[in-house]
């Protein structure tokens, strides 16, 4: 059975850079097979796509955030992982690692972390 | 980018009661459109994808339908524990997006 857990600092400064890994258990990163996506949600909010990383290096991300976001993996470490730049409060969101076989649905994610960008 | 519009953002059932739960798209969506249930604290849980493909493990009180730019599911006797946010999502040209939502509470 497939694990995903979110890891990375909680409390992130304004114009800093967010990052977060997905540390997977149970499937291999590496075997090209599966979708592996961020997503987020505002406190209180709807859900928001970023992005998802497929056969190791092909990136998909969320137009919107495009040009702040990066997600890379490293079969080595069973981990996929997120930065997104000059953050604002904005980015204020829980943060969820997911994945799929397919890129349509999300139907694995991990339990979500909170990351609060604040002075 | 389409846009997915749910309706009602609430309601109100008792326990037994059928609910129908409404997600409207911009633009006419392919068959990439799913249903989550979100419950307070936790991650969301795939209910349905392909339109009206039930996901590994939900009853099949849980279903879907639609075409086009007109999406449904259907709870057909509420149970305890389906009182929750409900989203829909659908992905084209490489972009997913999600509807706003609708709480089903007990009235």
């Known amino acids: 059975q497939v694990q995903l857990q979110e890891s990375g600092p909680r409390l992130v400064k304004p114009s800093q850079t967010l990052s977060l890994t997905c540390s997977v258990s149970?499937?291999?990163?590496?075997?090209?097979?599966?979708?592996w996506s961020w997503l987020r949600q505002h406190p209180g909010k709807g859900l928001e796509w970023i992005g998802y990383?497929?056969?190791?290096?092909?990136?998909y991300y969320n137009p919107s955030l495009k040009s702040r976001v990066t997600i890379s993996a490293d079969a080595s470490k069973r981990q996929f992982s997120l930065k997104v730049s000059s953050v604002t409060a904005a980015d204020t969101a829980v943060y969820y690692c997911?994945?799929?076989?397919?890129?349509?649905?999300?139907?694995?994610w991990g339990q979500g972390t909170l990351v609060t960008v604040s002075s | 980018e389409i846009v997915l519009t749910q309706s009602p953002a609430t309601l109100s059932l008792s326990p037994g009661e059928r609910a129908t739960l409404s997600c409207r798209a911009s633009?006419?969506?392919?068959?990439?459109l799913a249903w989550y249930q979100q419950k307070p604290g936790q991650a969301p849980r795939l209910l349905i994808y392909?339109?009206?493909n039930r996901a590994t493990g939900i009853p099949a009180r849980f279903s879907g339908s639609g075409s086009g730019t007109d999406f449904t599911l259907t709870i057909s006797s509420l149970e305890p524990e389906d009182f929750a946010v409900y989203y829909c999502?659908?992905?084209?040209?490489?972009?997913?997006?999600f509807g706003g939502g609708t709480k089903v509470e007990i009235k």
């Open positions: 997911a994945r799929g076989r397919r890129p349509d649905y999300v139907p694995y």
């Open positions: 149970g499937a291999s990163i590496s075997s090209g097979a599966y979708y």
């Open positions: 990383i497929y056969n190791s290096g092909s990136t």
């Open positions: 633009q006419s969506v392919s068959s990439y």
């Open positions: 392909d339109v009206s």
């Open positions: 999502q659908q992905r084209s040209n490489w972009l997913l997006t």
